[in-house]
């Protein structure tokens, strides 16, 4: 887990970092993965990584999301089809 954690964060090709994080989907009721999750999606710039967190972290159910998603909302370089999707995941877990 440390190990996918670390090249999600850290690795310069996209692929690598969207394999990372397809992977943790098998670890994603870990708490040490949402914690890294959350916090990797501040950190991310790509949109398809940033789609792939918001997926994991939807389907994990993690509630601390939410505010994640408000925070990456309110940044200026996000694309708006990256926006829609963190308000649709908002949305899918609030309720």
């Known amino acids: ?23 943790l989907y098998l670890f994603a009721s870990n708490p040490e993965v949402k ?32 505010q994640a998603l408000k925070t990456l909302i309110g940044g200026e370089k996000l694309r708006p089809e990256i926006k829609k999707k963190a308000e649709l995941g908002i949305q899918q877990l609030s309720f």
């Open 1 to 23: 887990m440390d190990a996918l954690l670390q090249a999600l964060d850290n690795d310069p090709n996209v692929n690598v970092r969207l394999a990372a994080a397809d992977a």
């Open 35 to 66: 914690e890294g999750l959350l916090k990797s999606l501040a950190r991310q710039e790509s949109p398809l990584v940033q789609s792939a967190l918001i997926d994991l972290l939807v389907v994990s159910r993690e509630q601390r999301a939410v």
